[in-house]
């Protein structure tokens, strides 16, 4: 059996008494897209860095492509390709020479450094700027670049942490489409994010972080088998009356949101029965509701349904 491309064992980072990361496992196989999901502040980046071997572990140890991280750092550092959160680039220097510049730390030199300085280029649609300064960039077109430096040296892992993070639309978009295409050619990525949707969209396994600790780890399709139930999202106008409230209980789990006086949000498992009701009773009473939100299981009703809240807050 052959061993896993990125192998995650007991991972832990703590700070005097403060515990980022506590005892991370899991593992991604080769050609997957694996997920690491959570809100800002869960460990995701702290977590990122260790398997990058950025930071120095507090416990634990990770395997890329079957070599140790602790025992053999830069062979298992020549297996991966890192594209971080900040953007990790010469903002004076071209586009191109940025790639020229970062193909030769990886050994990369004359015509096999020209070819894959080409080849990232072309990946994330950047030619035709190539001879730009990075300074005169747009965010998206750093963020894209970004990705062209992780992978000049053909990692055979990608690791990449909020690769679309504060980009407009069309550069994201771009960025998933050529992502969407790395793995269908058989690339190993670990997607670290708070964008739901790419995950859904990109990951075939998803492991939901809360607090520096993994809570919950599958595939989408049964994450949102287990844990997805729909969610009614519910502000009134003012606080509501103890009969209305009563009614609600009887409908789902309920949830105060952050207007705990105001809002509330129903856990069902059949949301859209729930919410008929629940707007008719709220009429009876006279109750004035300001918004209502029903949303669908998926990835977002996973995380509100084990943390209480959303990703985004």
């Not at 703590?14 to 997957?32: I, K, M, P």
């Not at 965010?139 to 990608?158: E, I, Q, S, T």
């Not at 269908?184 to 492991?207: D, I, N, P």
């Not at 029903?294 to 959303?310: C, D, I, K, W």
Request: glycine letters at 8%; a neutral charge.
């Amino acid at each position: 059996m052959n061993d896993p491309m990125i192998l995650v064992d007991g991972l832990s980072k703590t700070y005097g008494r403060t515990t980022a990361v506590s005892g991370l496992n899991f593992q991604v196989e080769a050609g997957e897209c694996f997920g690491l999901v959570g809100p800002n502040g869960a460990g995701k980046t702290t977590s990122i860095n260790m398997i990058a071997g950025m930071l120095s572990p507090t416990a634990g140890n990770v395997h890329i492509a079957g070599v140790s991280l602790a025992t053999n750092p830069r062979q298992a550092k020549a297996n991966m390709g890192l594209v971080p959160q900040d953007f990790a680039l010469y903002p004076a220097l071209s586009g191109r020479d940025n790639l020229l510049f970062f193909g030769r730390l990886y050994g990369l030199w004359g015509r096999a450094l020209a070819e894959r300085v080409h080849y990232a280029l072309e990946t994330v649609r950047l030619s035709d700027r190539s001879g730009m300064t990075v300074s005169a960039y747009s965010n998206g077109m750093k963020r894209r670049l970004n990705l062209a430096a992780g992978l000049l040296h053909d990692p055979v892992v990608l690791i990449l942490d909020e690769p679309t993070v504060g980009i407009d639309m069309p550069s994201r978009q771009t960025i998933i489409t050529e992502l969407k295409a790395l793995i269908r050619s058989g690339k190993t990525v670990l997607y670290c994010t708070h964008h739901l949707s790419e995950t859904e969209e990109l990951c075939s396994r998803v492991a939901i972080m809360d607090s520096g600790r993994i809570i919950a780890i599958d595939t989408t399709r049964e994450l949102v088998h287990q844990h997805g139930t729909g969610i009614i999202q519910v502000e009134f106008s003012s606080p509501p009356d103890n009969r209305l409230l009563q009614f609600i209980q009887q409908l789902g789990v309920i949830r105060p949101t952050s207007d705990r006086s105001k809002g509330i949000q129903i856990q069902s498992t059949d949301p859209n029965t729930a919410l008929e009701s629940m707007l008719k009773c709220a009429d009876e009473c006279g109750n004035a509701i300001r918004t209502v939100q029903l949303l669908e299981p998926n990835l977002e009703t996973v995380f509100l349904n084990l943390t209480g809240r959303s990703i985004k807050d």
